[in-house]
């Protein structure tokens, strides 16, 4: 199935993401940027390259990516439409920190800040939760939390309420 959209905005965003699929694999090597990644084009924008790629890509499985625009992905060196495997192993010894780290209760999301890498690969290296009753009770804190706040933010309308004439004392209409 062929989409054409004929709209410039859309060429233009197109074209900017094309742009940043090739400044990424210039950079990194390999034009198939994970989930989440971002680069700085030229003219000072971000673009989150790893969200095109999936969108690329999954147009593309779907049948509806335009034959134009599969030819242009395809000729950037490294492209594939192949199902993609897990990047390399890495190194042992970070692989073992981001393991230890994980079995600590330290989050996805800090880890792969502090390594600089997505979510989803560090979820890859160190696939076990943290101990079930480190979370259990980080569960039961989060929603103590949301309870108190719930309480104070209702007690805080119902003053609101009362103090703008909304709210009468009981009996009195």
């Not at 390594?115 to 569960?139: C, F, N, T, W």
């Not at 309480?151 to 009195?172: C, D, H, N, P, Y």
């Amino acid at each position: 199935m062929t989409v054409t959209t004929g709209s410039h905005h859309y060429e233009s965003r197109w074209a900017a993401n094309v742009e940043a699929v090739r400044a990424w694999a210039a950079k990194h090597g390999s034009p198939m940027a994970p989930a989440g990644a971002t680069i700085r084009l030229r003219d000072g924008r971000t673009a989150n390259v790893g969200t095109f790629v999936a969108y690329a890509r999954a147009r593309h499985r779907k049948g509806l990516l335009d034959a134009r625009r599969a030819r242009e992905l395809s000729r950037i060196p490294g492209w594939t439409w192949d199902r993609l495997q897990p990047g390399p192993k890495g190194k042992e010894s970070r692989n073992e920190e981001i393991r230890r780290l994980r079995s600590q209760g330290v989050t996805l999301a800090e880890i792969a800040e502090k390594y600089g890498m997505s979510r989803q690969r560090v979820h890859q290296i160190a696939p076990d939760s943290p101990d079930e009753a480190k979370h259990e009770a980080h569960l039961a804190r989060r929603r103590h939390q949301r309870t108190k706040r719930n309480i104070e933010e209702m007690r805080a309308a119902s003053r609101a309420a009362k103090a703008s004439g909304v709210l009468r004392k009981r009996g009195v209409r």
